[in-house]
């Protein structure tokens, strides 16, 4: 603390502001107590020793302006920090006066100064009373209530505004009273105003202001802002090292030691390795460490029980409360890896790759998971080439060692690997590694039967094209890369396009079976290539295969071959009528053009008729020698040679079409069909062939109408119009058996001829044959204008039916359908022959499924 010299002005903690509306600069303050000064700028000093602050000191500032004749005032409270005296309600000694403004005024004297009013001072009241209420605070009084009746009232909060009715007044009296104790963490004080009007209600004096402090008791207990709070330091952490923060708030005056809160701990879960592992700042509440030896790998987590009191900490009379702290130990890597062995082994085939060989076991007891657990495997020495890699298995932290290059028996046998191990994070300082951390790993190669190999593949070499059958192109022969095992290596082929090649079975001696073709299909850019397959009889047997290549060089082995094959040119003589025409050769160069055109000798016509003149090395044109040839179609030999050594010639026929031109030495249509070849024997044999196939469809038309003809006079016993069989319809129904599919339809067809009747001998005739007599006529039926005819065709049948000794049933039962025994339908012959013209059909219906169409069509009585 500063010290001061006797009687020095000493600073106190307070400024008094003023604010004037006219801004003026010279304002001056004037205490009422001489042991206080205010500075212009605001400051309260003291001006000498104050004996005893532990009760608050009051006293009234007066502010004025340089040329203002008001002047304006104020109290202060001066109080020591954080301690609030418990003060009973304040009883006023005396009622509290309206105050006067002061006014300076003039004589001749000079300056008059009138006597200050009464200060009035804060009003104090404890929260949580317990009465009796109303309970009286103050009076007020007017000096004017001897003149006239005066009226008082209070306005303001906890007046006429929220929370109403917490204070009241005597009207007449001036007595303020307070009707229900108060909570000073609701609301800490009061402004109200009291105001004093005469009976008219006439103000009589300004309002004065009244402040009301609600005085605080140790009401409430520090509370926690979480019950749980979480924290976190490293293991091995110095003392001292700042942990976590808990903090707790008490709702009363932290200005008092009702609201100061100190903390402790009360308990530390797990007692290791110290019970008094943390410290808390019994202020602030940071938790820290107090001693060193924090171990994540022995203890995780500590649970500290925090408890804050109020009083400033004092059990005896403070409120308490409590929390707990979760503190986890964090991990750092102070645990290096450790192999769980000295050394490990493995084995692998040879020639295998992604497999793993061996299985490296390790220990780490920082946290799981965490890269200061996370192993990282390395391989020292032992494997110059590359042939393994260890990968960490990240569910068990397992080094797996892999073959990530194929290994050779032959060349080792063995492997001798010198591994380390780490963790992904660095040490932790001042940690070692651990001798534990490196190991030997031995693997060994295990030897399989490898496949032969062919030294050059794809092999290639170089024949010319044409080399005949038998020949020896070249020894194709694998290697068994097994040396120490003695085993034999056959061979075979396994794709020959061209089917020209054979290999020897013990040696790989190829040899041709055929002819090579450079021209061949199976050849791209004159290369050919066969696969051979090379077997061991090894356990198992292994194979190889590999390809030849053949490149074959061309020789002068095909003759050119002109084109186009066919022409037209005109036939008379012009500079247009010619033909270019060029040659192919399936050789490579230099065995093509440039080529050679020229007509042969034999047939003289040929160039007594044509000319042959070479346009460059590969075309040439064909002219007319003669002004002018017949119209046909030439057969013009040209001899093509090519460029080879020695050159290879070919007699190649153009077809020449001559044909009349127009004048633009085009050939005309008719010229064009004389030019095909088509004289007039051909034409007229074309005619000939069209109208015998006209003649022979006319015959064909001709033959179908008379067998429609013959077909239409052969009618039926009724006319086709009224022929109702197309109309019957089988049912699947179930009869009497095969005597129900035993039908004789025949009888209700006429018959096409009466020579079988006639050619019997006399005397034998049955009954139920047709008489040899004419024929009676029957009525025809015209097309129907109404179904009700149908009655009327019927009845007139039926009448020539009867008088009709040629027509059935001649005098004898015939069986026209029979349906099996027990049938529901009569015989046709019990049909009643009547000539009535009303005739019921109804019994139709009673036959049966069979006749429901007739009964549908002739039945219904008189509505027919």
């Not at 009273?177 to 009291?194: G, I």
């Not at 008490?250 to 030691?257: I, L």
């Not at 020949?471 to 396009?497: E, H, W």
């Not at 197309?726 to 129900?740: F, P, Q, R, S, W």
């Amino acid at each position: 603390p500063q010290c001061y010299p006797p009687h020095t002005p000493r600073p106190l903690a307070g400024e008094v502001k003023f604010e004037d509306c006219q801004h003026s600069k010279a304002v001056g303050f004037e205490s009422s107590d001489p042991n206080f000064s205010v500075r212009p700028d605001g400051s309260v000093y003291t001006e000498q020793e104050v004996a005893n602050l532990s009760e608050p000191i009051q006293f009234m500032v007066t502010a004025r302006g340089g040329h203002d004749p008001h002047i304006w005032e104020t109290t202060v409270k001066l109080a020591l920090v954080g301690h609030q005296p418990s003060v009973p309600v304040s009883q006023s000694s005396g009622p509290v006066t309206f105050p006067r403004k002061h006014q300076k005024s003039s004589s001749a004297n000079g300056l008059r100064r009138q006597k200050r009013d009464w200060v009035i001072p804060p009003i104090n009241v404890p929260e949580n009373s317990r009465g009796p209420f109303p309970q009286m605070l103050v009076r007020i009084r007017s000096d004017q209530d001897l003149e006239k009746g005066i009226r008082y009232s209070i306005t303001g909060a906890g007046a006429d505004q929220p929370p109403i009715d917490v204070y009241n007044i005597d009207p007449v009296h001036g007595k303020m009273f307070v009707t229900r104790p108060l909570d000073r963490e609701e609301r800490a004080s009061y402004h109200l105003r009291a105001h004093a009007v005469d009976m008219n209600g006439n103000k009589v004096e300004s309002p004065i202001d009244l402040y009301i402090y609600v005085i605080d008791m140790n009401d409430n207990r520090p509370e926690f802002q979480n019950q749980v709070y979480n924290g976190s330091v490293a293991e091995g952490s110095k003392p001292g090292t700042l942990v976590m923060q808990v903090t707790a708030n008490d709702s009363d005056d932290d200005t008092t030691a009702n609201g100061m809160v100190r903390y402790r701990i009360l308990s530390q879960t797990p007692h290791m390795p110290i019970p008094n592992m943390f410290t808390i700042n019994s202020e602030t509440g940071d938790i820290f460490t107090m001693a060193a030896g924090l171990d994540r790998e022995k203890v995780s987590q500590y649970i500290i029980i925090v408890q804050a009191t109020d009083m400033e900490g004092n059990l005896n009379f403070g409120l308490s409360n409590t929390a707990t702290a979760l503190i986890s130990v964090t991990d750092i890597n102070d645990n290096p890896p450790e192999l769980t062995a000295r050394t490990f082994s493995g084995e692998v085939p040879e020639n295998r790759v992604n497999v793993v060989v061996a299985n490296l076991t390790v220990i780490d007891r920082d946290q799981p998971h965490s890269p200061n657990w996370a192993a990282q495997y390395r391989i020292a020495s032992g494997d110059p080439q590359g042939h393994f890699l260890i990968r960490t298995n990240p569910v068990n932290n397992d080094g797996m060692v892999t073959v990530v290059k194929p290994v050779d028996y032959e060349q080792n046998r063995a492997f001798m690997l010198t591994v380390i191990v780490s963790n992904k994070a660095p040490l932790a300082s001042g940690i070692q590694s651990s001798l534990q951390s490196s190991a030997g790993v031995t693997i060994s190669v295990q030897d399989i039967n490898e496949s032969p190999v062919f030294p050059t593949n794809p092999k290639s070499i170089r024949f010319e094209e044409g080399v005949p059958a038998g020949t020896t192109l070249t020894v194709f022969a694998a290697q068994d890369p097994d040396l120490f095992i003695q085993q034999t290596v056959r061979y075979s082929k396994l794709s020959d396009p061209a089917n020209w090649l054979r290999i020897n079975r013990t040696n790989g001696q190829i040899t041709t079976m055929a002819v090579l073709d450079r021209e061949s299909v199976y050849v791209r850019n004159n290369i050919y290539e066969a696969t051979f397959l090379a077997a061991d009889n090894g356990s198992p047997p292994a194979s190889g295969t590999g390809t030849l290549q053949i490149h074959l060089i061309d020789v002068n082995d095909n003759a050119p071959v002109m084109m186009p094959k066919e022409a037209q040119v005109c036939e008379r003589a012009n500079p247009r009528s010619k033909v270019n025409i060029t040659a192919s050769d399936a050789d490579a160069d230099p065995h093509v053009g440039p080529f050679v055109f020229e007509l042969p000798s034999y047939p003289p016509s040929v160039r007594r008729n044509w000319t042959v003149s070479r346009i460059s090395g590969d075309y040439a044109q064909l002219r007319l020698r003669i002004p002018y040839l017949d119209a046909e179609v030439y057969d013009v030999p040209i001899i093509v040679s090519d460029s080879g050594n020695p050159p290879l010639s070919n007699r190649s026929i153009i077809k020449v079409k001559v044909c009349p031109c127009d004048d633009n030495g085009d050939c005309t249509t008719t010229g064009a069909v004389a030019a095909a070849g088509l004289g007039t024997g051909a034409i007229i044999a074309i005619l000939i062939c069209i109208i015998i196939l006209l003649i022979l469809v006319l015959v064909f038309v001709m033959w179908m109408k008379r067998r429609e003809k013959e077909r239409q006079s052969k009618p039926l016993l009724i006319d086709p119009e009224d022929d109702v069989r197309d109309n019957i319809l089988k049912y699947d129904e179930e009869g009497g058996g095969e005597e129900d599919q035993d039908y004789d339809l025949s009888q209700l067809q006429q018959p096409e001829s009466v020579e079988h009747i006639i050619s019997k001998p006399v005397g034998v005739r049955r009954v139920d044959e047709r008489p040899i007599i004419a024929e009676s006529q029957y009525p025809v039926r015209h097309s129907l204008p109404h179904p009700g005819d149908i009655g009327d065709f019927i009845n007139d049948g039926l009448r020539a039916a009867d008088n009709d000794p040629t027509a059935p049933p001649y005098d004898s039962l015939l069986v026209f359908d029979y349906e099996g025994s027990g049938s529901t339908a009569g015989s046709v012959s019990s049909l009643n022959s009547s000539s009535s013209g009303d005739q019921d059909y109804d019994y139709l219906n009673d036959w049966g499924p069979r006749f429901k169409k007739l009964a549908d069509l002739y039945g219904g009585g008189d509505d027919d």
